[in-house]
């Protein structure tokens, strides 16, 4: 294993990969908590935890579980992990917790995590599936931060942070459900006229 | 006769908000991933509804008592790893049940039926409904009128999509962009039902 693979797969999740422009999976937390970007960026950490740890686990048992419940396995250590999450930030993070909601025990589904566990966590050793967790994590994370702070910038009017106002009259549909997923549309059609470099 | 009839008029109510006013694909985000993935022709798009109702319906049931036994047992806390499990073993039994018993059913359902198990609507709706406290009959209620705004909103996505093919749209928007710009403009337009009630 060398430096240049390990790189490769980390590499992978931030551009020519990055989900969830390049994979169009993990959608309902892409759409349903980037109206503001802390929320977005609080998501997308808690993916790339569960996301790191699901694939470490399961990249050392994946000579252990058998073929015909692999996804049954895939989804109780994933589950398992979700758990942990949700506690650890009911604890240190409350508030984030009550605004994320929903959506932190559907990460348990989010399609982005089976996907790595039986894409690439089933066929490659611990260290790479680290790599490869952290890699397309950090991707998910930067995109939905991303996502989060253009509909926070275009639907309150202001910089993220701060109490600089950039726009006067603030276009409110982006704060809500439609604009969600046009927002989302607009991203992906720009990320493709920039092309798979 | 007046119990009966403000009976009705709270079922009502709840069907009415949970299909068109809080749909739970365009204003929730729940099942966004299968919301683009199966869309593409009407059948399938019809076959995935049809097979969401079935399901969610029955999950709502099944998940209500687990969540009686979480509590009664005091580990409230595992509950997204048991619904889970509950969901993807009831999916797995419907299928070997409809396998058996209508066939002319399982031929239609059938590849839909695994893809379910990770479609969030499921797990989400579940959750939905313990986090509002909802009685059993309530519940099940709202399970299934979302799961029919689910097939609606599905159904009459397939139908604008089936027109892409025909449509002049700019190359980096073809597919999920242009697909995403027009799920918001379906989700616009089911605001028109927010004065309904």
Same mark, same amino acid.
């Given at each position: 294993?060398?430096?240049?693979?390990?790189?490769?797969?980390?590499?992978?999740?931030?551009?020519?990969?990055?989900?969830?422009?390049? &994979?169009?999976?993990?959608?309902?937390?892409?759409?349903?908590?980037?109206?503001?970007?802390?929320?977005?960026?609080?998501?997308?950490?808690?993916?790339?935890?569960?996301?790191?740890?699901?694939?470490?686990?399961?990249?050392?048992?994946?000579?252990?579980?058998?073929?015909?419940?692999?996804?049954?396995?895939?989804?109780?250590?994933?589950?398992?992990?979700?758990?942990?999450?949700?506690?650890?930030?009911?604890? &240190?993070?409350?508030?984030?917790?009550?605004?994320?909601?929903?959506?932190?025990?559907?990460?348990?589904?989010?399609?982005?995590?089976?996907?790595?566990?039986?894409?690439?966590?089933?066929?490659?050793?611990?260290?790479?599936?680290?790599?490869?967790?952290?890699?397309?994590?950090?991707? &998910?994370?930067?995109?939905?931060?991303?996502?989060?702070?253009?509909?926070?910038?275009?639907?309150?009017?202001?910089?993220?942070?701060?109490?600089?106002?950039?726009?006067?009259?603030? &276009?409110?549909?982006?704060?809500?459900?439609?604009?969600?997923?046009?927002?989302?549309?607009?991203?992906?059609?720009?990320?493709?006229?920039?092309?798979?470099? | 006769?007046?119990?009966?009839?403000?009976?009705?008029?709270?079922?009502?109510?709840?069907?009415?908000?949970?299909?068109?006013? +809080?749909?739970?694909?365009?204003?929730?985000?729940?099942?966004?991933?299968?919301?683009?993935?199966?869309?593409?022709?009407?059948?399938?798009?019809?076959?995935?509804?049809?097979? !969401?109702?079935?399901?969610?319906?029955?999950?709502?049931?099944?998940?209500?008592?687990?969540?009686?036994?979480? !509590?009664?047992?005091?580990?409230?806390?595992?509950?997204?790893?048991?619904?889970?499990?509950?969901? =993807?073993?009831?999916?797995?039994? !419907?299928?070997?049940?409809?396998?058996?018993?209508?066939?002319?059913?399982?031929?239609?359902?059938?590849?839909?039926?695994?893809?379910?198990?990770? +479609?969030?609507?499921?797990?989400?709706?579940?959750?939905? +409904?313990?986090?509002?406290?909802?009685?059993?009959?309530?519940?099940?209620?709202? =399970?299934?009128?979302?799961?029919?705004?689910?097939?609606?909103?599905?159904?009459?996505?397939?139908?604008?999509?089936?027109?892409?093919?025909?449509?002049?749209?700019?190359?980096?928007?073809?597919?999920?962009?242009?697909?995403?710009?027009?799920?918001?403009?379906?989700?616009?337009?089911?605001?028109?039902?927010?004065?309904?009630?």
């Amino acid at each position: 294993m060398s430096a240049a693979a390990i790189k490769k797969e980390f590499v992978k999740g931030l551009w020519t990969d990055i989900p969830p422009f390049r &994979f169009v999976l993990g959608l309902c937390p892409t759409l349903g908590v980037t109206d503001t970007m802390f929320k977005g960026f609080g998501m997308g950490a808690a993916t790339l935890c569960v996301l790191v740890c699901a694939n470490f686990i399961i990249s050392l048992l994946r000579k252990v579980i058998p073929d015909e419940v692999r996804v049954a396995s895939y989804i109780v250590v994933i589950a398992t992990f979700v758990v942990c999450v949700e506690m650890v930030m009911e604890a &240190f993070a409350y508030e984030l917790f009550l605004s994320l909601g929903i959506f932190i025990p559907l990460i348990v589904v989010n399609c982005i995590i089976l996907g790595r566990a039986e894409a690439f966590a089933k066929k490659n050793g611990p260290v790479l599936s680290i790599v490869d967790g952290l890699g397309m994590g950090i991707g &998910f994370t930067l995109s939905l931060t991303a996502l989060g702070a253009i509909r926070e910038i275009l639907g309150k009017g202001f910089i993220p942070f701060t109490d600089i106002q950039v726009l006067a009259e603030p &276009f409110e549909f982006f704060q809500q459900a439609p604009g969600a997923f046009v927002a989302l549309g607009l991203m992906l059609g720009i990320m493709n006229l920039l092309g798979k470099k | 006769m007046e119990a009966e009839a403000s009976n009705f008029q709270h079922f009502f109510e709840l069907v009415i908000v949970a299909v068109f006013i +809080n749909n739970i694909l365009l204003h929730r985000f729940l099942g966004t991933c299968p919301f683009m993935g199966v869309s593409k022709k009407m059948d399938t798009a019809i076959g995935m509804a049809l097979a !969401v109702v079935f399901v969610l319906t029955l999950a709502a049931f099944i998940t209500y008592g687990v969540r009686q036994i979480l !509590v009664e047992t005091h580990i409230e806390y595992i509950q997204t790893l048991a619904f889970i499990l509950v969901i =993807a073993s009831l999916v797995q039994f !419907v299928e070997m049940f409809l396998k058996k018993a209508i066939p002319a059913l399982y031929k239609s359902l059938g590849i839909f039926l695994p893809l379910i198990t990770t +479609n969030c609507a499921v797990l989400g709706a579940c959750i939905y +409904n313990i986090d509002e406290k909802l009685n059993l009959v309530d519940a099940m209620v709202m =399970a299934f009128a979302s799961a029919v705004g689910f097939g609606l909103a599905l159904v009459l996505f397939a139908g604008i999509r089936e027109k892409f093919e025909t449509a002049r749209i700019p190359a980096p928007m073809q597919g999920t962009g242009i697909a995403l710009v027009t799920a918001g403009i379906i989700a616009l337009s089911f605001y028109a039902f927010k004065g309904m009630i």
